[in-house]
């Protein structure tokens, strides 16, 4: 989508090629450090303004025009971030480079994901060419292209606007993954859709043709246990339906498709790592739209679980969807299910931009996700399945409602209803995020992005044993 380098080419092994040589500081070694600097760098860091706090940078003159290094300064030399060198990745001159001294670790992971970039609608693609960074133990360079090569496709889909990334063109990026390998691959629709899967039928229907409602499931690898699966919300784009949202509620709707996103991303990663899964991959993409066969308000919904559910606001129309997907994941037996969905705006009060609400029926799996978060610099937060908030979404009339009257506890009841689509015996996990950056940081820029999905991958590479 995008002219994009291939991040396995931003990372390379050292074979004592040329390079420019990046010296890592923090504010601890920085004044021993420049003891032993010779009086131009001294003087070169004096004009530049140079100080050691995070993200700092200088050129560093050398004896000749092409022997000039670099200088950065981060919060711990000895335990480098993956962000640590994202910033010289976006702001450096093309050309190659290397650590003064020590392996780049984690930071060669924000080194890649700092020159992404999404130019697919520009005139004017002049890019700067690539940084390349050197390490003498390339062995693991293929494990972080593929999280780079994964972040990069959630960014690339959630960035695209809805009129190139509707519901079929989610079926092509479902498709392509898939023939890439070797998958089955399906699609439910029409006829079949309503009849199997009517809240997803319910929901997409108001779109036009080319953006008719459908189910895309993927299945992958090896025929016995374990199984898991990985669910995405693919709202393509959300006006709210009759409960129309105001305008600068459907500025940011594009993005309403990056559960879906997140989980092929997902998806991919593992067949691409060749984890010991049997796995189940399924994204209901939709558009929700507004004509005259809209779903209404107070419209009553039967599910693919059988559950009725009462339409208590048709701008809560992700975990309709997400429950009949739910309920056709747990159809397989899987003992893990895993989904993600741009879910609720009460999760974004609560915690902001940057943190995914997660939500498991497991305490030990919670536990796990939150130290794979932490050691890869993905960050998530577990919210509560508090059990007395079922009320908030009771009905009169059906099985339960899609939205409760009151404004309390949103993503715990966005939480709450979709866990009655999941089977009692499977373990499973929420992500609520919002797939999004709305400011700019090293290696993370303003837009699409992913946020949770590393946590996710780390995870199951520890729990499957890879």
């Known amino acids: 989508m995008t002219s994009l380098p291939d991040p396995a080419d931003l990372v390379r092994p050292d074979n004592g090629q040329a ?37 700092a940078y200088a050129i560093l003159p050398g004896e000749d025009d092409e022997d000039w290094s670099v200088v950065t300064a981060v919060a711990d030399r000895a335990a480098l971030s993956s962000w640590c060198l994202a910033k010289l990745a976006e702001v450096l001159p093309e050309g190659t480079y290397r650590l003064g001294e020590g392996e780049p670790g984690r930071a060669a992971l924000g080194w890649m994901l700092g020159q992404y970039r999404f130019d697919r609608y520009k005139s004017d693609t002049k890019a700067k060419g690539a940084r390349v960074l050197l390490t003498a133990r390339p062995a693991g360079i293929d494990a972080v292209a593929s999280e780079a090569r994964a972040t990069f496709l959630v960014r690339d889909m959630v960035n695209t606007p809805t009129a190139d990334m509707g519901p079929g ?23 079949a859709l309503e009849t199997g899967y009517p809240m997803i039928h319910a929901v997409g229907r108001a779109a036009d043709r080319a953006n008719a409602p459908r189910l895309i499931e993927i299945v992958w690898g090896r025929e016995d246990p374990p199984r898991i699966a990985i669910v995405g919300k693919g709202v393509c784009f959300d006006s709210g339906g009759l409960d129309i949202k105001p305008a600068s509620g459907m500025r940011l709707m594009k993005k309403d498709m990056g559960g879906a996103a997140h989980a092929l991303a997902l998806a991919d990663l593992v067949m691409t790592r060749n984890l010991p899964v049997r796995l189940h991959c399924l994204v209901p993409a939709v558009e929700n739209a507004i004509s005259g066969n809209a779903f209404r308000p107070g419209d009553i919904l039967k599910s693919r679980k059988g559950l009725s559910v009462e339409i208590g606001n048709t701008d809560a129309e992700g975990r309709l969807i997400l429950g009949d ?11 893990l299910i895993i989904d993600f969905a741009t879910l609720t705006g009460a999760a974004r009060v609560a915690l902001g931009p940057d943190l995914p609400a997660t939500f498991a029926n497991d305490d030990a799996v919670a536990q796990a996700l939150e130290k794979a978060g932490t050691a890869v610099d993905d960050p998530i937060w577990r919210l509560p399945l508090w059990q007395p908030y079922h009320e908030l979404f009771k009905s009169d009339v059906a099985d339960l409602n899609n939205s409760g009257e009151s404004g309390f506890a949103g993503a715990i009841t966005a939480g709450l209803f979709l866990e009655k689509f999941v089977p009692a015996e499977a373990k499973w996990v929420h992500f609520d995020t919002f797939a999004w950056r709305p400011t700019a940081r090293p290696g993370r820029p303003k837009g699409g992005d992913a946020l949770g999905l590393r946590a996710a991958y780390t995870f199951l590479s520890e729990r499957y044993g890879v």
């Open 19 to 55: 390079a420019h040589l990046i010296h890592v500081i923090d504010a601890k070694s920085h004044e021993t450090w420049l003891a032993g600097q010779p009086g131009r760098v001294r003087a070169a860091l004096a004009a530049q303004g140079f100080k050691p706090t995070g993200y």
């Open 169 to 191: 063109d989610i079926e092509a990026a479902a498709e392509q993954i898939a023939k890439r390998h070797g998958a089955a691959f399906s699609v439910t629709r029409g006829d």
């Open 325 to 335: 997907a739910l309920t056709r994941a747990g159809e397989e037996t899987p003992e």
